[in-house]
Each structure stands twice: as structure tokens, then as C-alpha cells.
């Protein structure tokens, strides 16, 4: 995994700001519509954090002694909504297809590899803390 292409990529796609959570949630929701009670009825809020959070992540991506902690509450937090280790291959195959629509012809096969492998150890980390591994 390529650290420095990973922020690369993610500082372009911010770029989209808010229409990045939008589409995420929306792809999500279509590929998982059981998904949609687990979250509140109104989803500005949750979108906002959400680009927050990776916002978050992507900047301590070469940080583990930051990140993982960080990853580890994340994780925490999640057992208590309700979510299971099921529920994060779901979310990676939307987040990655988001990060796909918004990277237009940047978008290449070694960007897919390096989110497919950075997503599985932040879902990693956040399930193991959920004591859910
Ligand atoms: C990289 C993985 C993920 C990140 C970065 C992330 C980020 C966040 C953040 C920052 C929050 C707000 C936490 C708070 O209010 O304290 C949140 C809430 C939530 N997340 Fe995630 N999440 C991830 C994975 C997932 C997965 C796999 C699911 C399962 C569908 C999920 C479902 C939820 C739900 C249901 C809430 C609570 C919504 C509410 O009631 O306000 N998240 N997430």
C-alpha cells in the first residue's frame, strides 16, 4: 500500500465535499436496503461525520500509533449501534465504488488495491475492538 497515493487520491475526491457521503450513502443503501433502519431517518448529520472520520483516517493512514486508538473507539461506538463484523464488507465495497465515481480517470487498479487493503484494516481494527473478531 502507497500511503502518499492513497491521501493523494483522497484529497481529490474531498474535493467533492459533501456529494461524496451523499453518494456513499446512497449506493449503500440501494446495494443494502436493510441496512437504512440502522441509521437515523435524517442523514446530514451522519454525513458530515462520516467525511469527517475519513478525513480522519486517511490523514493518520502512516500515524498507527494514532490511528489505531482512534480506530479502536471508532470500533467500540459501532458495537453499540447495532453493527456487526457482517455489516463492513458491504460498506467497503460502497466506499471504494464511491471513491471509483469520484476519481474519474485517476482511478486505476493499484488505487483499488491500496483502498481494498487500507479499508481491510481499518475494518479490521474496528471489529476486533467490538470484540466481534
Ligand atoms: C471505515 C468504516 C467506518 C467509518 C469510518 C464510520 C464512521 C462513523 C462515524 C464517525 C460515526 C459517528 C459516530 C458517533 O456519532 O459517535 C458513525 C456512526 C454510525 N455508523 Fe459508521 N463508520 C464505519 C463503518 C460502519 C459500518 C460497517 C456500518 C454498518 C452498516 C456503520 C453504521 C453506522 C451507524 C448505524 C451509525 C450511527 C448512526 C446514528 O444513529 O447516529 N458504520 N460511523
Known sequence: MDPQRLKGNFAQVATHGMDV???????????????????????????????????????????PEQLVPYLEELGRTHGGFGVTAQHYPEVGTSLVSTLKHFSGDDWSAELEKDWVEAYGVVAGVMVKAAGQN
Open 21 to 63: 457521503a451523499e453518494y456513499f450513502y446512497a449506493d449503500l443503501f440501494q446495494r443494502n436496503p436493510q441496512y437504512r433502519p440502522l441509521f437515523p431517518a435524517s442523514m446530514a448529520r451522519q454525513q458530515e461525520v462520516l467525511l469527517g472520520a475519513l478525513v480522519q483516517i486517511v490523514s493518520l493512514v502512516d500515524d
